[in-house]
């Protein structure tokens, strides 16, 4: 084989007959020779004639061009020309196939698969055993060697992870190596301190090939805030020229539904490596976030969560009396000031307007008694969430409050009067704190030897009391005491908000309990000794795309673990819950940066893409035989022969050899784009599963028919649609069946789905599953079709609502059954800004469609029919179960009117007739 450039011949010798081409051309230009000229006298008969037919004397050059461009097309031709020749690899015996697996892979994902799924391809050709894995997910019994073919049947099972390889286990792994080995590995790209000692393990089993392309890498680190704003900063690779890129802050909106909050350009300097910039939110915007990601960059490194360090909490301060003028310090809310301002946003004012405000946290300082129905407004906030922070003080220690029954607004009943155990008037010494028990939240905090108690209000003993103390002094007296409140909490603080009765507020553990009972927020990361004892529970994790996936089913994480933050299997990214509070593990610390692998020169290094060999003979071989037709034409042509009846049979013969070569397949795809067009046709997604789509396609038929029957739209019989080849534009409506084992999309499936959805087209996602599962929970279809939805174009969806514009397109609707009737439908996302008219029942939502609808009633069995219209699958029981299914079909109706009129039920034309029929 010969190699020019990307272009190569496995027949070369024969482009010596392109030598030939010149004389070829000298041959075909040559004059002929010069004829005899003889004397006829009978040519006088022909003067004056015209001839009106003329013949070239010689072969026009053009002519000559294009017949010599088709012999050196054969010639080329036969020569075998391959465009992006591959060499083929010459080993023998095992091959070890490794990606690096880590958060930094994720976005290319699929190209590693196909790069690694090439390279077995060619081990299968050879012969060879081989083995993949990925350096994140190792197994524990090191390398088993399986036949190629075997082992790419594997590859779909392999994932990237949102963490790094771990040393330890790396060097563990290394160590299990036996035998000799060729080793392929798909690096990630990124610098690694660990990635020498395995590199050396792997060169003494054989060859090693580095796999790696450049590209560019992002990663956000964790945001602080500071003098109110908050900066973000993030890092990349490689360095170079400057760069700008998006930053996004994502949070909830006020309905609870996740949005995008805003947007801040980040501008990379040529040459700097991090990026910072800071953002102004107003606190209720700022307190919403939470995360920031980079936009494009698909990896849990650009995207970073937020945590408590990040929310000021807004707390209300209210005393029981009258700041004295002149004595600052013996102020009941001096100390708490002092402590929270650095942390939270305080609130001053009536306690009215202090709950319209809805604060997070209200104190109370030596209030004994609240006026008229202050009481029942404050337990309600309570029990919808909020905390009560009391402190006791002279007042509520006169007062009768909590002593003959128990006060809805305090933790425990209290004793008459108090107790003074070191003032002038006693003869015992003031009392130590003793330590903190492990169901306390303030579990941890060393107890300082200065802090003593001289006064308190006293709890009334009863059975109950020791499940509500959270602190008490070395006697065993109770110090703080917490209780619940529906979904809130009232806690107690025997002593005073100031030094009167403690020299608890002088010290530093006053402004650390704070913290511990969520009242002011710890702008600092927290320590191993802070955590120390505890256990944290995720609640969240991300994958290693950045995505945010439910954490509850994992296994709780020590407080020691944690505070190290080293991300891991172990430990992933995300956010953990512990006693009222969360802390975020992000992927970047505060101090990461990113570099670009470097490997020793004696390392073969290629690039990532897969160049695919093309055979261009078959090409050169064509373009010859039409350049010879269009030399016969032109032939023709010059001749005179393409007149009258010769040049119809001519053009009848140049037709019939033209679509003689039309390929089937092109047929075909003609008669379903006109079958799919020429009427409304309702599609299918074909899921491989013969009979879950032989289902879905009766579903649709019944469904067509109702239309058919009940509107003015007369749908043809329904189509199977292929996402993988078929035009998804034909169709205004897709219904996708989903299975547990059904394949994802390709990228270039995603790209056409994606162009639908945003084309006006509609999905209606179908698990199956809501007769065992609830949508979120884990059912193996709702995980598939969270993995499905992770490559598509999906804006933020919500829980169907009430007035939404699906309830009443054609019928007027409420629930939205199938063969199953729950009503876990989603849709998408109203806007954040939406108008409702007044004594209008529902908002004025006049443009868009919902580009999905999301559920698990299985509608196809609900509306499926036979060849002859009879229904195919049960409902329900008796009547009531008939009338599911006429209310299934009524969802359907009004699915397909939405798909095709759109919005245009909200307009408020439609107003009167709508109230008429709703009875108001």
Do not use: C
Request: negative net charge; aromatic residues 6%; hydrophobic residues 45%.
């Amino acid at each position: 084989m010969m190699t020019f450039g990307p272009l190569a011949f496995t027949a070369p010798w024969l482009l010596l007959g392109l030598l030939a081409l010149p004389i070829l051309w000298l041959v075909l230009r040559a004059v002929p020779p010069a004829p005899i000229r003889r004397r006829f006298p009978g040519v006088a008969l022909l003067l004056g004639l015209q001839d009106t037919e003329s013949q070239s004397d010689r072969t026009p050059w053009w002519l000559l061009l294009l017949r010599l461009l088709a012999v050196a097309a054969v010639i080329i031709g036969f020569a075998g020309p391959v465009l992006n020749p591959q060499t083929k690899a010459t080993g023998t015996g095992p091959l070890l196939i490794i990606a690096d697996g880590t958060w930094a892979d994720a976005r290319d994902w699929p190209a590693r698969v196909d790069r690694m799924d090439a390279l077995l391809a060619e081990a299968a050709r050879q012969g060879r055993t081989a083995a993949v894995m990925t350096l994140t997910n190792l197994p524990a019994d090191g390398v088993t060697f399986q036949a190629a073919d075997v082992v790419a049947q594997t590859l779909p099972n392999l994932t990237p992870a949102p963490w790094e390889p771990q040393s330890d286990t790396l060097t563990d792994f290394a160590a299990t190596f036996d035998g000799g080995f060729e080793t392929y590995w798909l690096s990630d790209g990124l610098a690694r301190d660990n990635r020498a000692d395995l590199l050396d393990a792997l060169e003494a089993q054989g060859a090693v090939t580095v796999f790696q392309s450049p590209r560019q890498i992002y990663g956000v680190r964790p945001p602080r805030l500071n003098d109110g704003e908050i900066i973000v900063s993030a890092t990349r690779t490689p360095v170079g020229q400057p760069a700008t890129t998006d930053l996004i802050a994502i949070g909830f909106d006020p309905s609870g539904v996740e949005r995008q909050l805003a947007t801040v350009p980040l501008d990379f300097a040529a040459g700097e490596a991090v990026a910072e910039t800071a953002l102004a939110l107003p606190p209720e915007l700022r307190n919403r976030v939470t995360r920031f990601e980079i936009t494009g960059a698909r990896s849990a490194a650009a995207v970073s969560l937020t945590d408590d360090s990040l929310k000021r909490r807004e707390v209300a301060l209210i005393a029981g009396r009258d700041d004295r003028e002149g004595l600052e310090l013996l102020s009941p809310l001096y100390y708490l000031r002092e402590a929270l301002e650095p942390t939270a946003d305080l609130i001053d004012g009536t306690l009215d307007d202090i709950l319209l405000a809805n604060p997070d946290v209200i104190v109370l300082a030596d209030v004994a008694t609240l006026a008229g129905t202050e009481s029942a407004d404050v337990l309600q906030w309570v029990e919808n969430g909020g905390l009560l922070l009391r402190f006791a003080g002279p007042r509520l220690a006169a007062s009768d409050t909590g002593r003959a029954e128990q006060d809805p607004l305090l933790p425990v009943r209290l004793r008459s009067g108090g107790r003074s155990v070191g003032g002038a008037m006693s003869w015992g010494e003031p009392k130590a704190l003793a330590p903190f028990s492990e169901t306390s939240p303030f579990f941890g905090l060393p107890v300082p030897d200065d802090v003593t108690v001289t006064a308190q209000v006293m709890a009334q003993p009863d059975p109950t009391l020791a499940d509500r103390v959270i602190a008490q002094l070395a006697d065993g007296t109770p110090l703080v005491t917490r209780a619940t409140a529906g979904e809130g909490q009232i806690v107690l603080v025997h002593v005073t908000a100031n030094a009167e009765w403690s020299s608890l507020p002088l010290s530093g553990l006053f402004v650390q309990m704070l913290e511990r009972l969520a009242i002011s927020t710890s702008t600092q990361a927290p320590n191993a000794e802070d955590l120390s004892g505890s256990t944290w529970l995720p609640n969240r994790v991300l994958d290693a795309t950045g995505r945010l996936e439910d954490g509850s089913t994992l296994p709780g994480v020590a407080g020691e673990t944690l505070a190290a933050a080293e991300t891991g299997p172990d430990l992933r990214p995300g956010l953990y819950t512990g006693d009222n509070r969360q802390i975020a593990v992000n992927v970047m610390q505060a101090d990461s940066t990113l570099g670009p692998a470097a490997w020793p020169a004696r390392i073969v290094v290629e690039g990532m893409n897969v160049a695919r060999e093309t055979a261009l003979k078959g090409w050169l071989l064509t373009l010859a035989i039409g350049l010879l037709l269009i030399d016969v034409i032109a032939s023709l042509a010059i001749g005179g022969r393409l007149r009258g009846p010769r040049a119809d049979a001519m053009a009848a013969i140049v037709l019939a050899l033209l679509t003689m070569g039309a390929p089937a397949d092109a047929q075909q795809d003609d008669a379903f784009a006109l079958r799919a067009t020429s009427e409304v046709v309702l599609g299918h997604v074909l899921t491989g599963d013969a009979d879950l789509d032989a289902v879905a396609n009766a579903g649709l038929l019944g469904l067509s028919q109702t239309l058919f029957r009940r509107t003015s739209i007369e749908p043809a019989d329904p189509l199977g649609v292929n996402i993988e080849t078929d035009e998804l534009a034909f169709f205004p409506f897709l219904y996708w069946p989903i299975t547990a084992d059904q394949a994802l999309p390709s990228r270039e499936a995603y790209a056409k789905l994606n162009r639908y959805l945003r084309g006006g087209g509609m999905i209606l996602f179908d698990t199956r599953d809501a007769d065992t599962a609830g949508f979120g929970t884990g059912s193996p279809e709702g995980r598939k079709l969270q993995a499905i939805a992770r490559s598509l174009d999906i804006p933020s969806i919500e829980p169907i609502p009430e007035d939404h514009v699906l309830t009443r397109t054609f019928y007027l609707l409420q629930d939205f059954p199938g063969r199953y009737a729950s009503r876990d439908i989603w849709v998408e996302a109203a806007p954040l800004v939406t108008e409702q008219a007044e004594g209008v029942p529902f908002r004025n939502l006049n443009d868009g469609v919902t580009p999905v609808v999301i559920g698990g009633n299985d509608w196809a069995r609900a509306w499926a029919v036979n060849e002859y219209g009879d229904r195919m699958f049960p409902v329900g029981r008796g009547q009531a179960g008939e009338r599911q299914r006429e209310i299934a079909y009524r969802f359907g109706v009004n699915l397909i009117m939405h798909v095709l009129t759109g919005n245009y039920k909200s307009d408020q034309v439609h107003v009167p007739a709508l109230l008429d029929r709703l009875g108001q």
